[in-house]
């Protein structure tokens, strides 16, 4: 019998060989596990971009999140890291590196699939797969997940394919110009019928922007709100979007859009680059329910 194992980057750089957990059976109830796919190191000028200064930002390093939500009826992969999970594993110690643009430079110690693998999940076991945007420190890992049903506006779509976009890494993600997908047109998309998770349009950063909103048992209604906002200082102090978002003006009504969805439904914001945020999150294989 050939036993599969996943190559795992462990404490100190090491990679060593991980049994992969049993295969995950459906949970009762809607299930989040937030996953580590690596971090951005981010320049003064980075930081600025977002008209704000350092020290308003105080911390400038920004998580790059992955999250995965399970449910009775599937499960859905909502963004897929900054460098594939091949670099990752031929990386030395320390982890893999990449140069997301200038001022921006991720660093990524774990697979994304070695984690799922921990859990019970294999990238043919994801149902669903969506990201945020399509900017590169969101979709290293896409092209495992061809097989999924992609969930994305048409106008993401069309942007991705975009000859000679600079804010993208078509290499990527190029399995899925064949994959199913389901065109999202809407405000809103509930992905498992039951409005336990929706999908909701926010343009602007990108021409498809979107958010996810879930409806956890506790920690309650929750937005992982992709970069909508980048850190919280931009969002406490009111600042207007970064010059170089997709469609500044767009970004700017999305904001506001969202922010009366947010209060009108008592539902909290995760901002997924915040770096005390996230950090707080329990994660894998923890769970939220
Ligand atoms: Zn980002």
Same mark, same amino acid.
């Given at each position: 019998?050939?036993?599969?194992?996943?190559?795992?980057? $462990?404490?100190?750089?090491?990679?060593?060989?991980?049994?992969?957990?049993?295969?995950a059976t459906p949970?009762?109830?809607? %299930?989040?596990?937030?996953?580590?796919?690596?971090?951005?190191?981010?320049? %003064?000028?980075?930081?600025?971009?977002?008209?704000?200064?350092?020290?308003?930002?105080?911390?400038?390093?920004?998580?790059?999140?992955?999250?995965?939500?399970? +449910?009775?009826?599937?499960?859905?992969?909502?963004?897929?890291?900054? *460098?594939?999970?091949?670099?990752?594993? !031929?990386?030395?110690?320390?982890?893999?590196? /990449?140069?997301?643009?200038?001022?921006?430079?991720?660093?990524?110690?774990?697979?994304?699939?070695?984690?799922?693998?921990?859990?019970?999940?294999?990238?043919?076991? @994801?149902?669903?797969?969506?990201?945020? +945007?399509?900017? !590169?420190? +969101?979709?290293?890992?896409?092209?495992?997940?061809?097989? #999924?049903?992609w969930l994305t506006?048409?106008?993401?779509?069309?942007?991705?394919?975009?000859?000679?976009?600079?804010?993208?890494?078509?290499?990527?993600? #190029?399995?899925?110009? !064949?994959?199913?997908? @389901?065109?999202?047109?809407?405000?809103?998309?509930?992905?498992?019928?039951?409005?336990?998770?929706? *999908?909701?349009?926010?343009?602007? +950063?990108?021409?498809?922007?979107?958010?996810? =909103?879930?409806?956890?048992?506790?920690?309650?209604? =929750?937005?992982?709100?992709?970069?909508?906002?980048?850190?919280?200082?931009?969002?406490?102090?009111? %600042?207007?979007?970064?010059?170089?978002?997709?469609?500044?003006?767009? #970004?700017? $009504?999305?904001?506001?859009? @969202? &922010? &009366?969805?947010?209060?009108?439904?008592?539902?909290? *914001?995760? @901002?997924?680059?915040?770096?005390?945020?996230?950090?707080?999150?329990? !994660? #894998?294989? &923890? /769970?939220?329910?």
């Amino acid at each position: 019998m050939v036993v599969k194992v996943a190559l795992v980057l $462990a404490a100190g750089g090491m990679l060593v060989a991980q049994a992969p957990a049993p295969r995950a059976t459906p949970p009762e109830a809607l %299930r989040l596990y937030v996953l580590d796919c690596g971090l951005l190191n981010i320049s %003064r000028a980075g930081v600025e971009r977002y008209h704000v200064s350092t020290a308003e930002v105080g911390e400038t390093r920004m998580p790059v999140p992955c999250f995965l939500v399970a +449910h009775p009826k599937g499960t859905l992969l909502w963004d897929v890291g900054v *460098i594939p999970d091949d670099d990752v594993e !031929k990386a030395p110690a320390g982890g893999a590196r /990449y140069d997301v643009n200038p001022t921006a430079a991720a660093v990524v110690t774990r697979t994304l699939r070695g984690q799922l693998a921990a859990i019970g999940y294999r990238p043919a076991d @994801i149902t669903y797969v969506a990201v945020s +945007h399509a900017h !590169k420190d +969101h979709t290293a890992n896409l092209n495992q997940f061809a097989r #999924s049903t992609w969930l994305t506006p048409r106008a993401e779509r069309e942007f991705m394919w975009t000859p000679k976009n600079e804010r993208v890494e078509p290499r990527f993600y #190029s399995a899925l110009e !064949k994959s199913k997908w @389901i065109s999202l047109d809407r405000d809103e998309y509930d992905v498992f019928g039951d409005g336990a998770a929706m *999908i909701k349009a926010a343009p602007g +950063h990108t021409p498809g922007h979107q958010v996810l =909103v879930l409806n956890l048992r506790s920690p309650g209604r =929750v937005m992982i709100a992709g970069d909508l906002y980048h850190y919280p200082a931009e969002r406490s102090l009111r %600042r207007a979007p970064p010059d170089n978002e997709f469609n500044v003006a767009q #970004s700017a $009504a999305s904001r506001a859009r @969202i &922010e &009366e969805y947010l209060s009108r439904t008592k539902t909290a *914001i995760w @901002i997924e680059h915040e770096w005390g945020a996230i950090a707080t999150l329990k !994660k #894998s294989p &923890e /769970y939220y329910e």
